[in-house]
C-alpha cells in the first residue's frame, strides 16, 4: 500500500510517465444541465449519453443504485456511446444499503448478469460499492463487507467509506491483499466522515469522487449537500497535494464529480481536466 507524500517544488518528472487519468462526472442524464448549459435546450434524454461523451471519456452511472442493472439496458448505453468510452456501475442499494443477508447472494448474482454486456466488451472500468454514513466498522458490517467482496470478485472493486472508523491501517491492508480500491472522498472535512486520506490499495486503478466542501448543508442530506461549485484554485491544490504524488508508473485514475447541482459537476471536471493536461499527465481519452 502506498501512502502518498505532499507536492511542493512544481510538476515533477515523475509526471512524464503517469498513467493515464480519466475524468467525468457521477452520472450524465441531469434536466437541470440543460438550464446551466452544459447540455442543448432541446436534447432527449437518450442523446445525452452521446452528447455527454463529446467532453468526457467516463461516466459513473448512478441508476444501477436505484435499479438493478439489466443487460438490455448496458447493452443500449453501449449502443449509445462511442467506441472507447467507459462506464463504473454503483452497487445496487438493496446491496449496500437496505441489506437483506437472505437475499445477497441471489441479488448479487443479478447484478453482475446485468454487467454482461460492460464485462464482454471491456468497457467496465470498475465496480462502486458505496456504504453510507451509518455503516461503522462493527462485527456485522465487517462480515456484510467481506461476503460481498467474496461475491463479487473477479470484478475490479472500488469501495467508499463514509463512516471514519474504516480509516485504519488493517482495513487498508485487507482491501490491498483483496486487490480493492478504496475509494478517496473530497467532501467536507466533517467530525465522523471519513478523512481525505492519500492511500492506494490497488495496484491497477485509483478512485476519486468529489462531492463538494458545502459543510452547512452536508448533515442536512439531500442534493443540498452537493450544492458546491470548486474554484479553479481548489482544484489546483488538489491536483497538486493529492494526485502529482501518485502519478507515476502506469495506474489509471478514475475521478468523479458528485456535486451535480446546476451543472456543476461538468464544469468543474471540464476544468480539472484542462488543469491535468497543462501539468503533463496523460488524459484518458476516447479509442
Known amino acids: 500500500m502506498s ?8 510538476p515533477p518528472a515523475a509526471a512524464r510517465t503517469a498513467g493515464r487519468i480519466f475524468v467525468g462526472t457521477c452520472g450524465y442524464a441531469y434536466p437541470d444541465w440543460r438550464e446551466s448549459g452544459f ?3 432541446d436534447i432527449r434524454a437518450g442523446a445525452m449519453l452521446s452528447f455527454y461523451a463529446r467532453t468526457f471519456p467516463i461516466t459513473e452511472l448512478n441508476t444501477t443504485w436505484y435499479q438493478m442493472p439489466r443487460e438490455e439496458v448496458m447493452e443500449r448505453l453501449l449502443a449509445q456511446a462511442p467506441t472507447g468510452f467507459l462506464f463504473t456501475v454503483k452497487l445496487h442499494r438493496s446491496l449496500s444499503h437496505e441489506a437483506e443477508p437472505s437475499r445477497t447472494s ?3 448474482a443479478a447484478f453482475r448478469r446485468g454487467l454482461t454486456p460492460l464485462l464482454q466488451s471491456r468497457r467496465l472500468a470498475a465496480v462502486l460499492l458505496q456504504f453510507p454514513e451509518c455503516f461503522d466498522r462493527s462485527p456485522a458490517h465487517r ?3 467481506t461476503s460481498l467482496l467474496e461475491l463479487l470478485s473477479g470484478l475490479p472493486l472500488a469501495v467508499e467509506f463514509r463512516h471514519d472508523s474504516w480509516a485504519a491501517d488493517k482495513v487498508f491492508a485487507e482491501m490491498e491483499k483483496r486487490q480493492v480500491a478504496l475509494v478517496l472522498p473530497d467532501a467536507p472535512g466533517l467530525s465522523g466522515l471519513f478523512p481525505p ?3 492506494a490499495t490497488h495496484r491497477k486503478f485509483l478512485y476519486v469522487r468529489f462531492h463538494g466542501r458545502n459543510r452547512e448543508q452536508w448533515n442536512r442530506g439531500g442534493f443540498q449537500r452537493l450544492d458546491y461549485d470548486y ?3 481548489e482544484l489546483q491544490e488538489w491536483i497538486e497535494r493529492q494526485l502529482v504524488p501518485m502519478a507515476d508508473g502506469t495506474r489509471q485514475a478514475f475521478l468523479f464529480f458528485n456535486n451535480h447541482v446546476r451543472g456543476q ?3 468543474n471536471a ?3 481536466a484542462r488543469l491535468i493536461g497543462d501539468y503533463g499527465l496523460e488524459l484518458g481519452k476516447l479509442a
Open 106 to 108: 441471489s441479488q448479487t
Open 231 to 233: 474554484t479553479e484554485a
Open 265 to 267: 459537476a461538468a464544469r
Open 39 to 41: 447540455y442543448p435546450p
Open 3 to 10: 501512502h502518498w507524500g505532499a507536492f511542493h517544488n512544481g
Open 197 to 199: 486520506l492519500r492511500v
Open 270 to 272: 471540464a476544468t480539472l
Open 143 to 145: 462480515r456484510r463487507l
